[in-house]
């Protein structure tokens, strides 16, 4: 955009709403020239930034310490901040961080506490006998917020190595108010989470589940049913992602687990999605397939097309329709 990005849009002459849904556009179509348009004034700042920071996707740990930064420099009423004492709660809707240290993650959570959509990846909590006494607290301090009734998103992808090692359940006021929920169930110490699954039963709102998992799950077929069988009746969608080099050939066990649940064998709302850019070869399984970038945008709200939960409501439905007509055919 040219230098004077007020008088290349005439702003001076434009009546002021005209003027805000320009900039806002401007804004929603392209966040870079957004940042731009921040710069062009105060009063278009604050047009412009609410829309900048509705969405927050943290991948790298410059970005998460330029944002505490930030929260910091509101916290501390720094008196150069564009910013309120409110506007990460009010404005912030959706927050996704791969990278994360404790200290910093939860003064950025506690300042975005309204946020609807959450996910939480790539970060272990362990306490450390020997490491400092400061970061186990920190430690503490972040756990305690996650268990309380702060936050209380409605959609939430969290690894299970966030929460207190032995202590992954559903029963945290951070599920209760959650339609569409992902644990990304992992390991620490080399041994898979311990998860109470039973506790799911607990989430009265609770439509779409999903489990995306780098371990091998013997018997999935049989752990999909069962972990169904858990869920509150309000589901309707169950995903249980595969990594395609994970994938068994066609005359294992496992596949014909796998072919269960895609075909609707095991549950009606159960299907298999693959994390990953090419699919197993060959296969006739018609999976999901998402690459890592698409599962950010997703899990943040802001997919490229549909997201996973729309393409597997769209599959479940399609493979009812098909057993349907397969029913009548065999009737008639």
């Known amino acids: 955009m040219c230098p004077s990005i007020e008088a290349s849009l005439c702003f001076s002459n434009l009546p002021e709403d005209v003027g805000q849904l320009v900039f806002e556009l401007t804004a929603e179509l392209d966040q ?6 921040a710069l062009v004034s105060r009063k278009v700042n604050t047009w412009v930034e609410p829309i900048l920071y509705r969405t927050l996707i943290i991948q790298y740990p410059g970005q998460l310490e330029k944002l505490c930064e930030i929260v910091e420099d509101i916290n501390g009423a720094d008196p150069n901040s564009t910013k309120s004492a409110d506007f990460f709660a009010s404005h912030v809707k959706a927050i996704l961080i791969t990278e994360s240290c404790h200290t910093n993650l939860l003064s950025i959570l506690k300042a975005c506490h309204n946020v609807e959509i959450l996910a939480l990846w790539g970060t272990s909590s362990e306490y450390d006998s020997e490491g400092p006494a400061q970061s186990n607290k920190d430690l503490r301090d972040f756990h305690d917020f996650l268990a309380s009734p702060e936050l209380s998103p409605r959609w939430i992808s969290i690894g299970s190595d966030i929460l207190p090692i032995n202590k992954v359940r559903f029963s945290y006021p951070i599920f209760q108010n959650v339609t569409h929920a992902e644990l990304v169930w ?13 506790t799911l039963r607990y989430l009265p709102f609770l439509t779409h589940f999903s489990v995306f998992s780098s371990l091998h799950i013997r018997g999935c077929g049989r752990w999909v049913q069962e972990t169904v069988d858990l869920c509150p009746r309000s589901l309707r969608v169950f995903i249980l992602w595969i990594y395609p080099a994970s994938f068994l050939s066609h005359t294992s066990e496992e596949f014909e687990g796998v072919k269960g649940i895609q075909d609707g064998d095991i549950d009606s709302r159960a299907v298999v999605a693959y994390m990953g850019n090419s699919l197993p070869t060959p296969c006739d399984l018609h999976p999901i397939l998402r690459s890592y970038d698409d599962g950010v945008r997703d899990c943040a709200g802001v997919p490229v097309g549909k997201d996973f939960w729309t393409l597997a409501e769209e599959f479940i439905e399609e ?14």
């Open 32 to 37: 870079e020239t957004g940042r731009s348009c």
């Open 186 to 198: 992992g390991s620490r110490n080399g041994d898979s989470d311990e998860v109470q699954w039973d």
């Open 319 to 332: 493979r009812l329709r098909q057993r349907e007509k397969q029913k009548i055919g065999s009737a008639a």
